[in-house]
């Protein structure tokens, strides 16, 4: 259908569609030469955008990139300026695919959307496989039932997936930059994913963890940051927020536009709760277990051979 059309500048092709049906088919053939924008997904949904919000509860509102993808959608797409994609987060050891956008030899502004919910087989363990220890397999909350309870590796990896601080965010522009030979990139937002519309979870907020959620549990470690480079200083990244509650609970009309905010990331305010300060401390270690809050940081970029 879309060859039918006359080129593209601009194209927003969301739904629960796989990455090969962009990279492998025809899709792009015709527009590629003349397109200078993509949106493979969106950060958050307004109210008025309901088809999107049914997308979220259904296959995603968008597909989830590999850096292989991404590789191949540079090699079709050598004049794209503007890219939004989601790519997936893997406990710091995502470094590889930051690079990948750099390939866009002139992309001038990038939205990231992280997704942050760890990878699971259907035998409720990790990907890529792992050991994992007997505090990790110990079950929290409830009972261990799909779209129910939760693993305790399973809220281990979603917070450290979602512990974006300053030094993280600059991070990821830096990886891009790298990639970048000329180094036309002007502003990169990433916007961590978490399941604030139900996107890609496996297990739902049942009332223990809803409470926590409510709490602000997530929306702190994981703010939208806006990073942008500076020549003498190096990259400025400024942390935002934007309104992560249900869709069910914006007013009509209300703004969801990025609002700039001061203070430092670094302190996990909540009200105290033994399963999750336990998971916290076992990464995140304090001099008094029981002071709160508790302060974190982002694990470092890289590769591979991580551990943890």
Known sequence: MLESL??????????????????????LRKHRPALLELELHRA?????????????????????????DILELSRQLPLLKNLQICIQRRRGLDGAVYITPGQFTCLEELELILNCHPEMNIFGHPVPSRELTDFEMAQIWHGFVL???WLKWYLRDLLINCAIDEALAKAIFSYVWKGQNGNWLQRLTIHP??????????????????????????????PTWVVEPDLLTGP???????????????ADGEDSTLIPVQEVGGIFAMKKEEDVQAVFQSFWPTADISAWPLYWHSWPLRSSGMDG
């Open 193 to 222: 994913l978490y399941g604030q519309l139900g996107e890609y979870s496996r297990y739902y907020y049942h009332e223990y963890c809803k409470k926590v959620k409510e709490e602000g549990f997530l929306d702190q470690m994981s």
């Open 236 to 250: 400025r990244a400024q942390k935002c927020v934007k309104p992560r509650r249900d869709l069910s609970d914006l």
């Open 147 to 149: 779209g129910y309870g």
């Open 6 to 27: 006359p080129p593209f500048k601009s194209l927003c092709l969301l739904g629960g569609y796989t990455p090969a049906f962009l990279t492998r088919g025809g899709v």
């Open 44 to 68: 958050s949904p307004s109210r008025q955008e309901i088809d999107l919000y049914e997308l979220s509860l259904g296959k995603g509102i968008g597909p989830i990139l590999s850096d292989n």
